[in-house]
Each structure stands twice: as C-alpha cells, then as structure tokens.
C-alpha cells in the first residue's frame, strides 16, 4: 500500500479514496459525566484522537458515582498499555492489588468451592483432545481423595491457594507463565487516577450539573447541554456516562431498555467496606453464594470491600443487610450502602451522535467482573468506528450489532452459575434453577452434558477455560467421555493429569507473597501491608 497525503489517499488497487473533508469532521467530543467509565473515556479519546479533535467532561462534585471498588477481568491490561499507563504508579494510587481469579463458593452446593482462574492450562497431553476430556478420562481409573480436581491443573489455582503473585512471563509455552492477572481497585481513586492522564493529555473538565439537553430539530442530533448555572456545552459527538440516569440516551433521545430481570432476578445490591486484618492478601476475588443472592469481597491495600447482591422478590433489605454485616471476615468501616437496579441494556447504545458507556449503556451484575470490560471494549470499538458528524448509519449499526452480542454472550455466562447449581434451600434457589433461560445458553449446556464440547465463539469474551471451569466447578460433567479421548486408557490419562498437577505446584512455589510483591512494586502511601 502506497499512501499519498493531500486531498486523496491512493492504494495499490489504483483506486482513490477522498479524505474527509475539514468540515465533516468531528471536532470536539463532550464526555457527560465523570467516574470510572467517564474518566476512562476520556483518557482514551484524549490519548488517541488528533490534537485538533478536542476532548471534554463534563461532572458535578455534587452527583456522587455508584463505584463501590472494582474487580476487573485480564483484557483490562490492554486498556492500560493503549493509554500507557504505568502498572505500578497506578496499583499504588488506587490501593490496588492483583487478582488470578474468583473464587466461587456454594455455588454448585453449599460448602463447594472452586476458582474461576485466569490463564491456560498448565500443559495439553496431546493436541487432538482438550486437557478436561482427559482428566474426566482419567477420572474413571483413579477416584482417590488426591486424584486432582480440574482446576488444580492451572497454576493460577496453585499460586492463589498461597496467596502468590507475580506478573507471568510473555513465554506462555513455559508452565511458570501459563497464567495472567488483573486488578483489584478503589474506583474513586482510580478516577481521580485517570483524571491526571487525561488533563496532561489536553483534555478539558468542565464542573457543573446538568439540567437541559438540546437537540437539532432536523435530525435529532444532541447539539448541547446545558449547566445549572447557564453555560451551554456544545460537541459534534456525546458520549453518555452519567449512570443510571442516562441522561443522553434513555432521556434525552429515549432509547428503550431490554429488561433482562426474567433471567438474573437480582434487583439489589448492598455495599460496605471492611476493615482489612492480617498481612496476607488474597490475590482473588470472592464470590460467596447465600440463601438469596450472593458476596463479594474484593481486597484493596487499605481495606476489604465487601456486598451482597440480592433479589427483592424473596428478601427484604433488612434481611439482606443482615446477612452481609454477619458474614464479614473483620468489622464493617460503615453502614451499607442500597443500591437498586434493574438488569438489562440498552436496545441501541448508540444512537444519533451519542454513545453510552457503563451503568448508561445497561446493568449486569458483577459476579464475572464485566462492569469495566464493557466499557473498555466499547471504547476499542468506538475508535475502530470513530464516524465524521454525518454518523454514517452503517457505522452505528455495526457498532451496536457487536456490542448485543458481547452483551447477550456476557449474560448468558452470568445466568449459567445461577441455573445450573443443584442448591434446593431456599426459594430463590429453586426459581433460577427452573427458570426458562435463553436458547442460546440451552445449546452450549446441552453440547456439553453430551461429550463436554463447548460451542463458544471465538468472539466470546469467556472461553474454553472459563466455561469448563464454571461448569465443572458446580458440578455439571459430561455424559460421556469424548471419542478421540477414549483412545488411551483411563489410567494412563489419570497419570498424565497428576503430572500436570504436580508441575503445577511445582511452578507456583517459585512465585513471591503476593503482600511481598505489593510492598517491593506498588505500595500505597497510605497502606499497612505488615
């Protein structure tokens, strides 16, 4: 490809391609609103766009964010090296710390425990047959207390069972890098971290509230908003990150909401911190299933940040309250705050010239840590879409085409831990148990209760790793074993498996504390760690 700079652009095909012209381009973008989604925004646009495309945000100090602390899922390390943000400046501003996986218990039954690890497996036997045929293979010869659990033969496992951490290595063909992590964070801060990138970047913050969006009366664009105090804020493109409230796109241009509650019932969520105790610091999320609902807790630097998300069907907030201050691992920091929701998104996310990120776009709730992905990937696909102000239609179908599919694929993996648990204690368990759930999610499980074959995309932002080990972890095995796995005897591949376990551990003692690697990289300034 030869490319000529002037009005045309001329490929090797012989054929010219006009270059925008200076009119049509879009020459400011106005972020509404500010916290993670917002402040990600803007430090993307404002590290990608020309210097002549100006970025800015526009929040008021007096609108507080939902953000209770994150958990984040691996992707998110792409988002950081796009914005080149420094890992260590940025774990120790936020209190951050690392995490290999979540850690799942009663899901399946109660007193089950199992961790969603990030990584691969710690090798493949051969390159026909998937490492879970062949432990299910070997499962048939050797039932013993020690044969491995599946999630044993990832190191991830291995490494956070003692609490280590240490970024892998890029030789991914070695066991000691066959994993990979993400981050544990305080989202105010994290805001407020990103603040900083995006102002030394040039973009600009506007401080105020919101109380008019105008409109062009011949197209329906957004063309300003306007602030409490009268100033009007003007842009080509919005992007829409003020929450729940969705100011641009459900108000403003009413974009209707696909209500997903049928499937995840959960309504609630209650959030508090905790007091961090000890020096150990699990590098893992926890997701604790209860009678109604479910916990996490997420472990910061400087303390533990803890919540239950509930269904108002079948518990009242007091209940719920209740159940979560009396399953704390150390004293709450405060009372617990309510929030409410309603699962789903947006039909379109965007619409006209406006683009909504985060809690403006939809809800899911957070038991795989999406809330940040889905903002970072709709970021990614904006600027592979990034239009000239006529928003050519096709762009924006295209845009929003992917984005469903993200969404229903995400939601489908939410919905399974949910479904397919065998718990009968309670009535909210027996309702998701037998709840009508989407044809898509019915053809992955019937494929795997069959052979354990999983049809996943390779689009899908969970893969292979991830659904065998939800599915396994609670209990769901296939019903026979794989064909070309039934080559070999069973207990050639129970042998094979506790090796693989073995190097596993093996591989996973020679990583660091994960509270000795935080206080040698990216200790806070206001964190105890011993």
């Avoid at 945000?57 to 507080?64: F, Q, R, T, Y």
Wanted: proline fraction near 4%; glycine fraction near 8%.
């Amino acid at each position: 490809m030869c490319l000529q700079y002037g009005d045309m652009t001329h490929y090797a095909s012989g054929e010219y391609l006009p270059r925008v012209p200076a009119q049509e381009r879009v020459r400011k973008v106005l972020v509404v609103g500010g916290g993670s989604s917002g402040w990600m925004a803007a430090t993307m646009l404002a590290t990608a766009l020309s210097k002549d495309i100006s970025v800015e945000l526009v929040e008021s100090d007096a609108i507080g964010i939902v953000g209770v602390g994150e958990a984040t899922i691996p992707p998110m390390k792409q988002f950081n090296r796009f914005v080149k943000l420094d890992e260590a400046a940025f774990m120790a501003d936020t209190q951050g710390t690392f995490k290999l996986g979540i850690e799942f218990h009663n899901w399946g039954r109660i007193g089950d425990k199992y961790l969603h690890q990030f990584g691969a497996v710690g090798r493949e036997i051969d390159g026909l047959v998937k490492l879970h045929h062949w432990w299910a293979l070997g499962r048939l010869a050797d039932r013993g207390e020690d044969y491995p659990e599946y999630q044993d033969l990832f190191v991830a496992r291995a490494a956070a069972r003692e609490d280590r951490f240490r970024p892998s290595g890029p030789q991914k063909q070695q066991m000691a890098n066959r994993y990979t992590h993400a981050y544990h964070f305080d989202a105010h801060l994290y805001a407020a971290h990103l603040r900083k990138i995006a102002e030394a970047r040039g973009a600009k913050r506007h401080e105020g509230r919101i109380v008019d969006v105008e409109r062009n009366g011949e197209n329906g664009f957004v063309s300003a908003v306007v602030l409490e105090d009268g100033r009007r804020l003007e842009a080509d493109f919005f992007i829409d990150c003020s929450g729940f409230r969705s100011l641009l796109l459900g108000g403003a241009l009413q974009e209707p909401y696909d209500d997903w509650s049928k499937y995840i019932p959960s309504d609630r969520a209650l959030a508090v911190p905790s007091k961090r105790e000890g020096r150990d610091i699990t590098p893992y999320t926890k997701g604790i299933a209860h009678t109604v609902g479910w916990q996490w807790r997420i472990p910061l630097q400087h303390r533990t940040g803890n919540g239950h998300v509930f269904c108002s069907a079948f518990s009242s907030e007091s209940e719920a309250e209740e159940r979560l201050l009396a399953t704390l691992d150390a004293p709450a920091l405060d009372t617990p705050r309510l929030i409410k929701f309603t699962t789903g998104r947006r039909k379109r996310t965007w619409v006209n010239n406006v683009v909504a990120l985060g809690l403006s776009s939809g809800f899911l709730e957070p038991l795989e840590s999406t809330s940040i992905h889905f903002v970072q990937s709709s970021l990614e696909r904006l600027l592979e879409y990034f239009p000239t102000r006529a928003m050519d239609p096709s762009l924006r179908r295209a845009y929003n085409m992917r984005t469903e599919q993200e969404w229903t694929d995400v939601r489908d993996f939410i919905i399974a831990h949910y479904h397919l648990s065998e718990r009968d204690d309670s009535e909210f368990w027996r309702y998701v148990r037998n709840m009508d759930v989407p044809d898509s999610l019915g053809h992955t499980v019937e494929l795997w209760r069959a052979r354990g074959i999983l049809d996943i995309s390779g689009g899908h932002l969970f893969q292979l790793g991830s659904w065998s080990s939800m599915l396994i972890g609670q209990r769901v095995m296939p019903g026979g074993v794989h064909a070309l796995a039934d080559r070999a005897t069973p207990e050639f591949a129970a042998a094979e498996v506790r090796k693989i376990a073995a190097e596993c551990r093996a591989a996973a003692a020679q990583i660091p504390k994960h509270v000795d690697f935080i206080e040698s990289h990216c200790k806070a300034a206001r964190a105890e760690l011993a």
